[in-house]
């Protein structure tokens, strides 16, 4: 069922609660990726600009939950939202749920934003303490849920806060409104053909998904790379040298594979791999290896080296198969793509997706490592969206509900 947005509702006057996610990276003290805050930007406008009070909070990072840690703060997110809407961003205490922060909500004048402090500073946050809870929903006549990127956890400020509002307005953000709009409803009818670019470290990690894309019936080619690739390749006894191989997944990739078969779903292993017998950015015994047949025997990768990225003829490969696609949903890289070495896979992964999407197709890049490709590239906004949180859009993906949305008002 569609979801109430906050921008169909009135908020003039109200001090609207706005659950966000500002869980950025910091490089040194200073914010690394400041997307997560712009991306709840039209949300806190569609609050202020309607005259509504907007109260944000947030996590950040995975402090003890003991009280207040300096390098765990907020209080640098407020000061560079700040400059994003150009008005100051109130910031009153460094406990969420304390008097001081209590007295800053309620001096806020219409149009005004304030930002509490780390909701994990508090051990009741990640248990979904019924009384934290209860705090922070005193200070809100309005809930709006903006994280997506925390949407799959049960966490206080995700579900019970929301439960304890019961009765009052309880929306989602435009962002999340973004999220559920691509993740769940446009793949609900997909266009075909429908391919699924997968990628990453671990098989274990995308097996739900794996599953429910195969069991959906929609899907039309899963092309896999990245380190995964080689617990299937592995599966089929190829040779795959020191490539990471999760042994213990063997088994399931096999059968996977034999569902795919058994489902007509083209699933497609890389044929060739970039290799290094050294795990580094500064690699210098790089070669490029086929899984050919030589002599009747399956090839693959020599002992003492592994892959670390997809080949050329595989990058061709994706590429064209990706041409041709109308839904391209795309979650893992292709490669070590953090060293300029092992980024080419990505990168043209990531580039045919792009060419794909100017030519009418619909692109889903499913947060986690592919959206920091996309930033690396200066792609992010070339596909027709990128997620903002990793593991919820695998979860989502993989048909998992989300109970932190499904409370929440309906259209």
């Avoid at 109430?4 to 490089?27: C, M, W, Y």
């Avoid at 999407?357 to 490709?373: K, Q």
């Amino acid at each position: 069922m569609s979801k109430k947005t906050v921008s169909q509702i009135d908020v003039s006057g109200k001090r609207v609660l706005t659950r966000v996610d500002f869980n950025v990276p910091f490089e040194g003290g200073v914010i690394g990726d400041d997307r997560r805050i712009r991306m709840a930007i039209p949300t806190i406008k569609s609050i202020i600009d309607r005259g509504g009070k907007a109260v944000l909070m947030s996590h950040l990072g995975r402090p003890e939950g003991t009280g207040y840690e300096a390098s765990e703060s907020l209080k640098p997110c407020a000061a560079r939202l700040s400059e994003l809407l150009g008005k100051p961003v109130a910031f009153p205490s460094n406990d969420p749920t304390d008097a001081a922060a209590a007295a800053g909500v309620a001096a806020m004048k219409n149009g005004d934003v304030l930002l509490l402090d780390n909701l994990r500073f508090a051990k009741g946050e990640k248990k979904g303490d019924a009384a934290f809870a209860a705090k922070l929903a005193a200070l809100g006549d309005v809930y709006v849920n903006d994280a997506f990127g925390t949407a799959h956890r049960e966490d206080a400020s995700m579900y019970a806060v929301p439960m304890a509002m019961a009765g009052k307005p309880r929306v989602v953000g435009l962002l999340m409104e973004k999220e559920l709009r691509y993740l769940s409803a446009a793949l609900a009818s997909p266009a075909r053909p429908y391919v699924v670019v997968l990628g990453g470290a671990k098989v274990s990690d995308k097996l739900p998904l794996i599953h429910h894309m195969l069991a959906s019936g929609k899907v039309d080619e899963i092309l896999i790379g990245g380190a995964m690739a080689y617990t299937f390749i592995a599966a089929n006894g190829w040779k795959v040298g020191a490539s990471r191989v999760e042994t213990e997944m063997l088994g399931e990739a096999k059968k996977i594979l034999g569902e795919a078969m058994r489902l007509r779903c083209n699933l497609v292993l890389p044929q060739d791999h970039v290799c290094s017998t050294v795990f580094s950015a500064d690699a210098g015994d790089i070669g490029t290896f086929d899984g050919e047949v030589i002599g009747g025997a399956k090839a693959g990768i020599p002992d003492r080296s592994m892959g670390l990225d997809i080949g050329p003829k595989t990058q061709t490969d994706f590429a064209n198969r990706i041409h041709r696609a109308r839904t391209i949903v795309w979650n893992g890289p292709m490669g070590v793509f953090e060293w300029t070495p092992f980024a080419v896979g990505t990168r043209e992964v990531a580039e045919a997706i792009v060419e794909a999407t100017s030519r009418g197709a619909t692109s889903i890049v499913g947060g986690g490592d592919s959206a920091a490709a996309a930033e690396q590239f200066g792609l992010a906004d070339k596909f027709s969206h990128v997620s903002t949180g990793g593991g919820a859009s695998l979860e989502m993906l993989s048909g998992k509900p989300f109970k932190t949305v499904e409370l929440l008002d309906t259209e």
